[in-house]
């Protein structure tokens, strides 16, 4: 194991990232990956995925009450997504900026959701706001033994 990667472990944390069915549905798939990849975060989880109304209500419990959660539900809902688990010193905050505002049209450019698309039921990704909220939709989105944990060939090309 590389000494520089134990020294960063206290830092290191989760998030997850989604592209959601709009962006599914418009080929932004790659697109979307290729930010969190070439950015040098490390991905530990990937998949192609149809939720349920059930999980879709539980990853966005916190907006329950909202009047626009009954159309949140059917936008998640309405076509595979792509579920993602990233991990990085700092990646949650990161990960939150390279998405950008949840309006994209306040959102700015160069970033996804400021380059990619123009109104909020189509923001086209998802992205934890909190490392407990990380943990949690990993948990929620992925069974064990869909994560791997690894270390990249450029891991000492990334971090002193
Ligand atoms: N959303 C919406 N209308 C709103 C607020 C949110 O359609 O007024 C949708 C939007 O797709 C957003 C998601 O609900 O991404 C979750 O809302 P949140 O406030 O958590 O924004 P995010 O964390 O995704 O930026
Ligand atoms: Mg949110």
């Not at 995925?49 to 959660?69: I, V």
């Amino acid at each position: 194991f590389l000494p520089h990667l134990v020294a960063a472990m206290e830092e290191v944390e989760e998030t997850y990232v989604m592209v959601k069915p709009d962006g599914v549905q418009r080929g932004l798939v790659g697109e979307i990956i290729s930010r969190f990849e070439k950015k040098g975060f490390l991905l530990k989880g990937l998949k192609l995925f149809q939720c349920s109304k059930e999980l879709a209500e539980e990853h966005y419990k916190d907006l329950k009450g909202k009047t626009f959660f009954p159309k949140l539900i059917d936008y998640i809902t309405s076509g595979p997504v792509v579920c993602m688990a990233w991990e990085g010193v700092g990646v949650v905050a990161s990960a939150r900026k390279l998405i950008g505002a949840t309006n994209p049209l306040q959102a700015e450019p160069g970033t996804i959701r400021g380059d990619l698309s123009v109104q909020m039921g189509r923001n086209v990704v998802h992205g934890s706001d909190s490392p407990e909220n990380g943990k949690r939709e990993i948990a929620l989105w992925f069974k064990e033994g869909e994560i791997c944990s690894w270390v990249p060939v450029q891991a000492p090309w990334l971090r002193e």
